[in-house]
Antibody, heavy 118, light 110 residues
Framework: QVQLQESGPGLVKPSETLSLTCAVS?????????WGWIRQPPGKGLEWIGN???????YYNSSLKSRVTMSVDTSKNQFSLKLSSVTAADTAVYYC???????????WGQGTLVIVSS | QSALTQPRSVSGSPGQSVTISCTGS?????????VSWYQQYPGKAPKRMIY???KRPSGVPDRFSGSKSGNTASLTISGLQAEDEADYYC??????????FGGGTKVTVL
């Protein structure tokens, strides 16, 4: 049963870079699928951030594209998210997930809350 | 990419049916048969309930069903139960390997 687990700092200062990692267990990310990041500001809806394939191909939300970088480390079976120049508006629970097919995310991490504050 | 439009809330009594709409455009919902629905309880990760407009993963009760007409997709919960009280989100493929979520709908069981 594939499992995903997010990790990273829970507090980031404004203007700095948010960095998160998603460790995947019981499934090799090189076997396929796209791997994605989705966030949810407190009390608000879900927002797709982007997807990455094991080959390193990336696809980002156009509204965040200028600040987002995703990468994959196949040796550690994990993928990562970097979001630069953060503001309070980037405060959210960040989820990593496996994308199966064109629009469905079938496996999710538990989510990690990142607060942007000085 | 604009968020898909969902009603903020819907409600129904136990045993009734409720339908949640998800309206987009020809660039997302209307252009592809790739709409999924997620159920989310407070403080928990979303759970996939429907994918590819109408398909239901194993383990999801058959009282959850999906459909689509034009630029609007719908999730229907038949025989509403107390445990169905949650937030529901739609998600559509939007071309070029991108997706877009709806704003979410709170389902209340009266």
């Amino acid at each position: 049963q594939v499992q995903l687990q997010e990790s990273g700092p829970g507090l980031v200062k404004p203007s700095e870079t948010l960095s998160l990692t998603c460790a995947v267990s019981d499934y090799s990310i090189t076997r396929g699928y796209y791997w994605g990041w989705i966030r949810q500001p407190p009390g608000k809806g879900l927002e797709w951030i982007g997807n990455i394939y094991h080959s390193g191909s990336t696809y980002y939300n156009s509204s965040l594209k200028s600040r987002v970088t995703m990468s994959v480390d196949t040796s550690k079976n994990q993928f990562s998210l970097k979001l630069s120049s953060v503001t309070a508006a980037d405060t959210a629970v960040y989820y990593c997930a496996r994308r199966d097919g064109y629009s469905q995310f079938d496996k999710w991490g538990q989510g990690t809350l990142v607060i942007v504050s000085s | 990419q604009s968020a898909l439009t969902q009603p903020r809330s819907v409600s129904g009594s136990p045993g009734q049916s409720v339908t949640i709409s998800c309206t987009g455009s020809s660039s997302d919902v209307g252009g592809y048969n790739y709409v999924s629905w997620y159920q989310q309880y407070p403080g928990k990760a979303p759970k996939r309930m429907i994918y590819d407009v109408t398909k239901r993963p194993s383990g999801v009760p058959d009282r959850f069903s999906g459909s689509k007409s034009g630029n609007t997709a719908s999730l229907t919960i038949s025989g509403l139960q107390a445990e169905d009280e949650a937030d529901y989100y739609c998600c559509s493929y939007a071309g070029s390997n991108t997706v877009v979520f709806g704003g979410g709908t709170k389902v209340t069981v009266l």
